[in-house]
């Protein structure tokens, strides 16, 4: 049986995948990142656990990161196990992969819950430049994303 897939991190990357995910998953293993509750966000609700080193408004150091880790490391074990990774390969310039990223992730945010809650505020985009031309996308994907429109505006 299919499940609907719930998006929670947009991002875009010039870079090789393998190297970009290495980074990610360095910053999330140690603790770094906002950690939720594991069962929880496995059914699409987000349950602060841990606000990392990221979070505007309780933000952490890598100390307390590094000291909270025994705590966390169950969690940050099981988190791990429910992300998916959806890729979408992209023949384009920065620029261009930057206005779709940042239109996908505008388009997730004006969903209604548990879409738009689930995204991760604070992160920071690259929408379309008034100067510049609007692009129509189409949005294909071999799952189903829950709130991913047929096409996009960027």
């Not at 920065?94 to 940042?102: D, N, Q, S, T």
Request: aromatic share 10%.
């Amino acid at each position: 049986m299919a499940h609907d897939h719930l998006v929670y991190y947009v991002g875009e990357t010039g870079r090789a995948f393998r190297v970009r995910l290495l980074e990610h998953y360095k910053e999330h293993a140690s603790g770094m990142y906002h950690l939720y509750d594991p069962e929880r966000f496995a059914k699409g609700e987000k349950i602060s656990l841990w606000p990392g080193r990221y979070d505007v408004g309780e933000r952490k150091t890598a100390l307390e990161c590094i000291v909270a880790y025994p705590h966390l490391c169950r969690a940050i074990t099981e988190l791990t196990g429910i992300y998916r990774f959806l890729l979408a390969p992209l023949e384009c310039d920065a620029r261009l992969r930057r206005r779709i990223e940042a239109a996908i992730a505008a388009e997730l945010m004006c969903q209604s819950d548990p879409m738009g809650s689930f995204q991760e505020p604070g992160v920071r985009y690259h929408p379309r430049r008034g100067s510049e031309s609007s692009l129509h996308i189409d949005v294909e994907s071999a799952v189903p994303i829950l709130g991913m429109p047929n096409s996009l505006v960027v």
